[in-house]
């Protein structure tokens, strides 16, 4: 229902000799029965999934949980993460695994984590699928865009972390060489290891034979390697290991699954796979107590310490 408001009986009286007058018009407003209030388990639950843009955080402290999440869901009062690349979308029908419990009430919400213990936010809506969570123990905000399963896109992510899914790996072992390709220094390397922490850049690798358990590797080389885009091509990356004492080795890096990969070696023209042995799965082992929690081994890297600010239009 429209309602309009005169100025004034002044107005009213002109409008009969002048025929000008102004008008506020006010869209299904009612006193009696203000519009509701979204509450901060509505706007939880709004979503499936809600991707932690790593990149976008504000503030110098570190949430642990958020730090290495891709994704976090919160659903009936528990707390659910995808931690790892490796499994995306597979996991937990999408949703990852179950990390800790929550409770969210007057836009608060407390997170009780398996291995982290208790963190409390504010929660602010950002926009209609964007929120914040503002940790005010550590001054620093992390926010995170809404999905549902349907529409989120698993494979974006596992290709845009590339660089993560190395990790998840305690070894990459040499199971194939291609016969074209000239002999180059790089096929004597049977294994290559990509650490998590630290810089978050470094390799090493290994000449030991084929077989050889993971465990009892010997390291040769330790270096940095970097993984880079091809543009044009979402699924081709570029990985390039800094060998001090013959130059850098570049390769064209392909993903065959989630525990095999391909290396085209352009100098040389010869093609390599690698599979992974000993996957790290950022999940669950078990405390003294007998509660599973999750293992903390890998922390998500961030690219800017202090990303770009968002502009400040979050609504509590």
């Not at 976008?56 to 707390?79: C, D, H, M, W």
């Not at 800094?242 to 085209?264: A, M, P, Q, T």
């Amino acid at each position: 229902m429209k309602t309009i408001k005169l100025l004034s009986s002044f107005a009213l009286i002109a409008t009969l000799f002048t025929s000008c007058y102004t008008e506020v018009i006010v869209d299904d407003y009612n006193p009696a029965n203000p519009a509701p209030q979204i509450s901060v388990n509505q706007i939880l639950g709004s979503y499936e999934l809600w991707y932690v843009d790593i990149n976008a955080t504000q503030g110098y402290g570190e949430t642990p949980f958020l730090q290495k999440a891709f994704t976090i869901s919160f659903r009936n009062g528990i707390v659910y993460a995808n931690n790892n690349i490796v499994g995306l979308g597979n996991s937990g029908g999408g949703f990852g695994i179950d990390v800790g419990e929550y409770d969210a009430y007057n836009m608060i919400l407390d997170v009780y984590h398996d291995l982290d213990g208790f963190e409390t936010f504010d929660v602010y809506k950002i926009d209609n699928n964007t929120i914040e969570l503002y940790n005010p123990n550590n001054d620093t905000s992390y926010f995170l865009d809404g999905y549902q399963r349907g529409n989120f896109d698993y494979d974006f992510v596992f290709y845009d972390n590339i660089h993560y899914f190395l990790q998840e790996y305690e070894a990459w072992e040499k199971t194939y060489t291609s016969d074209f390709g000239a002999l180059n220094e790089f096929d004597n390397e049977n294994y290559l290891q990509f650490l998590p922490g630290g810089n978050d850049s470094t390799f090493r690798s290994s000449q030991d034979d084929n077989g050889t358990s993971y465990n009892n590797l010997y390291w040769d080389y330790e270096g940095i390697y970097g993984v880079g885009d091809v543009n044009g091509d979402m699924y081709l990356k570029t990985l390039t290991l800094d060998y001090d004492y013959f130059d850098n080795e570049y390769f064209e890096l392909s993903v065959i699954n989630d525990g095999k990969i391909e290396l085209f070696h352009p100098a040389s023209e010869t093609v390599y796979e690698f599979e992974g042995k000993g996957y790290i799965q950022y999940l669950k082992t078990t405390n003294t107590k007998g509660k599973s929690v999750t293992t903390d081994k890998k922390r998500k890297f961030r690219k800017d310490k202090v990303a770009n600010p968002r502009e400040n239009t979050r609504v509590k």
